[in-house]
């Protein structure tokens, strides 16, 4: 399963960033396929995205001029939350397998939890609440737009995907490259430095997206399910579980980014994939 | 249980597929995409 995860996940990315003219360019696509968001956190700045990452399309809808066109984006991700909760997060999120890819840096000793996991594992919720949904809402300049908060002061995917690139490809970004540039790549590096020693320290404790998706992890279609009268209780899955959910008493966790790993090291096969 | 999980599953699904599709007639892929052929600054970190 873990190879086959690894292998949806590089075709994702390279799904979501096939536009490889774009890094030769160094500008980024504008032709009509950036009329679709993208299921997982992928910066539509980057000189090689197709579509559009859906968190910094939520913000832009929440503080243009008529939000009405933020349904668009809401349908979007109530859609593929229903059908595949943090399915999104396991298997096609492109920041997803940066972290995941780190995380197999051998040398490193690893650190299970954080002190305090409980609660810094709510942080996304308040990052979602303020940063994507109130801020860009309430907050709004001279010409009546809001601002992408969580796009302009936190997220690593912008700074890794677009900022790094098109500040080494455009010279004029280069030279307005200035303090805030500075912050979002030294939190670009604490969070790349972390994902080595934690697991994905990103969508466990700061994502937005994953939030939205996390919610939907117990109703939506994609779901496990745990055959009680095959379970012996013997702790293998949450044994396996990178992210220390129980998965026999809570197959279907806001955490679970679906990696899948507990169903794998079942040995009574007794967690089932349902998709209906 | 389960068949109140079905129920708000095939709400859910619904209401979603439903405001996905009033929001594409209303123009919201245009208004996404205006924002997203554009460099972003603020993602960039220079805005």
């Known amino acids: 399963m873990a190879k086959l995860r690894l292998f949806v996940q590089v075709c994702a990315a390279a799904l979501s960033n096939g536009y490889i003219k774009g890094f030769a360019k160094g500008r980024i696509y504008d032709g009509p396929l950036k009329q679709l968001c993208v299921p997982g956190l992928n910066c539509y700045s980057c000189p090689a995205a197709l579509g559009a990452c859906p968190i910094g399309a939520l913000q832009g809808a929440l503080g243009s001029h008529s939000f009405r066109t933020s349904l668009y984006v809401i349908g979007f991700l109530v859609v593929f939350g229903t059908l595949m909760g943090r399915f999104v997060c396991g298997f096609l999120c492109p920041f997803g397998l940066v972290q995941d890819l780190l995380f197999k840096i051998p040398a490193v000793r690893k650190i299970q939890r954080l002190p305090g996991e409980k609660g810094l594992r709510w942080l996304r919720f308040v990052i979602l609440g303020l940063l994507v949904i109130l801020l860009p809402l309430c907050i709004i300049d001279f010409t009546g737009l809001g601002e992408a908060w969580f796009c302009k002061y936190i997220c690593p995917a912008g700074t890794l995907e677009g900022g790094i690139p098109l500040v080494l490809l455009d010279s004029s970004i280069r030279a307005a490259a200035g303090f805030l540039y500075r912050w979002k790549l030294v939190l670009l590096v604490i969070i790349l430095i972390a994902s080595a020693v934690i697991y994905r320290p990103f969508c466990r404790y700061i994502c937005p997206l994953g939030a939205i998706y996390g919610v939907f992890n117990k109703v939506s279609f994609f779901r496990l399910s745990v055959d009680s009268t095959k379970c012996i209780r013997c702790g293998a899955c949450a044994k396996a579980c990178k992210l220390h959910i129980n998965v026999f008493e809570n197959p279907n966790s806001m955490d679970c980014i679906r990696c899948l790993e507990c169903s794998s090291s079942c040995p009574q096969n007794a967690i089932k994939k349902l998709a209906k | ?47």
């Not at chain 2, 709400?11 to 594409?24: K, P, Q, V």
Request: charged share 15%.
């Open chain 2, 1 to 47: 249980m389960n068949k109140k999980i079905s129920f708000y599953r095939i709400i859910l699904f619904t209401a979603g597929l439903s405001a996905l599709i009033w929001g594409l007639y209303q123009g919201g892929a245009g208004e996404v995409l205006k924002r997203a052929a554009r460099i972003c600054l603020e993602c960039v970190g220079i805005g």
